[in-house]
């Protein structure tokens, strides 16, 4: 199973349209990624404020279905994929109730903090690739079996 | 028992100087706030999106005890109690490993929308207040029974 | 000349990394769309809660070129296009001391709010986009000059 | 005159109950704390991710008089204030075409970012203080032989 997050929306989530802002469904899968990444073992504070090393995001892009409202429970799918040496993307299915309602990419490059300038991934993200990677691999092929 | 909740601290709730940003606790006050109503059968997109009826916050406070930092699991006690026919509060503790390292207070009133006059607080906000109230009170009869 | 939107980076748009929190950059676009929306006589909160008509986001994509810290001077230029009778997209480059920094994209589609289904674009959006359409083809055409 | 900060509420500031989102007004009151930082010469960037000298709150309140809206004009006065040789408290007015619609505290406590023990406040901050409580003086003399 490729890795699940759930998330109720909040109302701090919502704008006075009544649904939630655009930009927060974003937040949300970036969420998602965070617990990702503790789920491989990955300590957050020391990686998200490591002074030599980040993992900025140099694209990110969001294709919204449904309206999304106030206490829906949402159900985030987590699918990373390594793009080069120094790069690795993240697609994200959010759902509600079983139907699609938003999806989203976010790519990732890794840099040296001070001179900003690219370098390898470093072998905790290479397993973090590889275990959501595998995941997601068994997923596709439990789905395909389950469809024929 | 109080009502508890337990809440990951998020990269975005995070600012430059390293730490959460100080009116993301209050934010995070209000999920404990929105997990509560709804643990008490409150459908949350008709509670805060009521054309009728609303409970803005017309006070908030908040101490910041310790630094608080991503990845941190916080738990959040909230204790609410009626004030008036048409006010509440509710009073908010956030603790780390059983270490308090916040306390934050809102205040709420509750209004007719289209006229914003104050009005009686509803049997379901009612409900709420006597649950949470009565847990809040076990949780301290113990609390003096243990430490007798 | 196009729409500019000039917008300081807040601490609050920061994180833990000390650069700001991507889906922030978003959300200066999306003030930027106000700021023109008002500039061309359009009333926010009515625009903003209108019970029958709304332009909810279905799409959104973003770059950036470079980091964005606290205090910086961002400037974004707007530029709207019809896509379709019910449909528009609005392209934004925010810059620093004429440097780009990122790029985005918004797709937005007019929708009448309690059926959701799709509906023409009213006048007033209308005549924000050839507002805005005629002076970026302006800026385009001075610019084409300028480098003849 | 104390430092003044004008700022237009966004469409992002506002929840699905119409108005703005409470904490966000604590979040308008620190941009105006930022802006008058920088109007005494303060480089933000420097300031807000010092690695050996930081300002966390330390507390915060807020009171909402009336509800604000999206793509309202809101005006936020400043008027800072030493607490002592390590602190210092801010208040502020918000006010809307001269009805005031809310009033905050923001404590701020100066530290030393590694060990997290008090220190002085540096002149920087000093000279910030005092120029702001000249103004605010001045301004509370002006108002008052106004009225007599």
Same mark, same amino acid.
């Given at each position: 199973?490729?890795?699940?997050? =759930?998330? !109720?929306?909040?109302?701090?989530?919502?704008?006075? #349209?009544?649904?939630?802002?655009?930009?927060?469904?974003?937040?949300?899968?970036?969420?998602?990624?965070?617990? !990702?990444?503790?789920?491989?073992?990955?300590?957050? @504070?020391?990686?998200?404020?490591?002074?030599?090393?980040?993992?900025?995001?140099?694209? #990110?892009?969001?294709?919204? $279905?449904?309206?999304?409202?106030?206490?829906? @429970?949402? $159900?985030?799918?987590?699918?990373?994929? @390594?793009?080069?040496?120094?790069?690795?993307?993240?697609?994200?299915?959010?759902?509600?109730?079983?139907?699609?309602?938003?999806? #989203?990419?976010?790519?990732?490059?890794?840099?040296?903090?001070? !001179?900003? !300038?690219?370098?390898?991934?470093?072998?905790?993200?290479? =397993?973090?690739?590889?275990?959501?990677?595998?995941?997601?691999?068994?997923?596709?092929?439990?789905?395909?079996?389950?469809?024929?």
């Amino acid at each position: 199973m490729p890795f699940t997050y =759930n998330r !109720s929306v909040r109302f701090q989530d919502t704008d006075a #349209a009544g649904v939630v802002y655009f930009t927060n469904i974003l937040g949300i899968c970036h969420e998602a990624y965070e617990e !990702s990444l503790e789920a491989a073992g990955i300590d957050l @504070k020391a990686f998200f404020s490591n002074p030599a090393m980040a993992f900025p995001i140099v694209h #990110a892009n969001v294709d919204f $279905l449904r309206p999304i409202f106030c206490g829906d @429970k949402l $159900l985030v799918n987590l699918m990373p994929q @390594k793009l080069s040496g120094e790069k690795f993307e993240i697609a994200y299915e959010i759902s509600l109730a079983d139907v699609l309602v938003a999806k #989203a990419i976010t790519r990732h490059v890794c840099i040296d903090v001070s !001179s900003r !300038s690219k370098q390898e991934l470093p072998s905790e993200i290479i =397993n973090w690739l590889e275990m959501n990677r595998r995941d997601a691999e068994e997923a596709e092929r439990r789905k395909a079996r389950e469809t024929m």
